[in-house]
């Protein structure tokens, strides 16, 4: 299983950014699919999921803000990002049930 992220960066705060995660050698449309991210010396936290269907769930502090969606026929998951802030600075990681992960790309939002 490969899941590759793409899409990080620099960006001032009030910005945008869209990451991608192409995934490989696993049948996509049965996996629920998600993003995290993980501050400095901090846990990972769960950032959105998105069902096989078209149902998401995301956290409190991103709600409003980003938007998960998956296009089943590429086997991509999208985390779009509007309204961005110094807090969201992260390294974020694509996930597939049941535990796969990328490699992480790094989110920085400069005030």
């Known amino acids: 299983v490969q899941l590759v992220e793409s899409g990080g960066g620099l960006v001032q705060a009030g910005g945008s950014l869209r990451l991608s995660c192409a995934a490989s050698?696993?049948?996509?449309?049965?996996?629920?699919m998600g993003w995290f991210r993980q501050f400095p010396g901090k846990q990972r936290e769960l950032v959105a999921v998105?069902?096989?269907?078209?149902?998401?769930n995301y956290a409190d502090s991103v709600k409003g803000r980003f938007t998960i969606s998956r296009d089943n026929a590429k086997n991509t998951v999208y985390l779009q990002m509007d309204s961005l802030k110094p807090e969201d600075t992260a390294v974020y990681y694509c996930?597939?049930?049941?535990?796969?992960w990328g490699q992480g790309t790094q989110v920085t939002v400069s005030s």
């Open positions: 998105i069902g096989s269907g078209t149902s998401t």
């Open positions: 996930w597939a049930s049941n535990s796969y």
């Open positions: 050698g696993l049948i996509f449309i049965r996996k629920i």
